[in-house]
């Protein structure tokens, strides 16, 4: 079973940065897609941006592209997320998520983390 481990969270002022690590353990965890999700309190948790292992494509979501990069470190068998210029809108519980395809959605993801806290302070 694949064992995912975020960390990096905590409070950061508007337009301020943080960068979230993904540590992934178990089978084969570097041949799956990882995605990052978030829910803020009273939402859906929303698609962030996905990283595939095989071939690197990424994609983002249209309200975080251009802000936030994910990136990998294989010998570390971590992912990143990498968020700039954080709004407060951007206040969510952040996960990752690991599956064997490239989607947007949460069912299509096998394995989660327990979440690392994100506040964007006004």
């Known amino acids: 079973q694949v064992q995912l481990v975020e960390s990096g969270g905590g409070l950061v002022q508007a337009g301020g940065s943080l960068r979230l690590s993904c540590a992934a353990s178990?089978?084969?965890?570097?041949?799956?897609?990882v995605a990052w999700f978030r829910q803020a309190p009273g939402k859906d948790r929303d698609f962030v941006g996905f990283l595939s292992y095989i071939g690197g494509a990424t994609l983002y979501a249209d309200i975080v592209e251009g802000r936030f990069t994910i990136s990998r470190d294989n010998a570390k068998n971590t992912v990143y997320l990498q968020m700039n210029s954080l709004k407060p809108e951007d206040t969510a519980v952040y996960y990752c998520?690991?599956?064997?395809?490239?989607?947007?959605?949460?069912?299509?993801?096998?394995?989660w983390g327990q979440g690392t806290q994100v506040t964007v302070s006004t």
């Open positions: 178990g089978a084969a965890a570097s041949t799956y897609t």
């Open positions: 998520a690991t599956g064997l395809t490239r989607m947007t959605y949460v069912t299509a993801y096998d394995y």
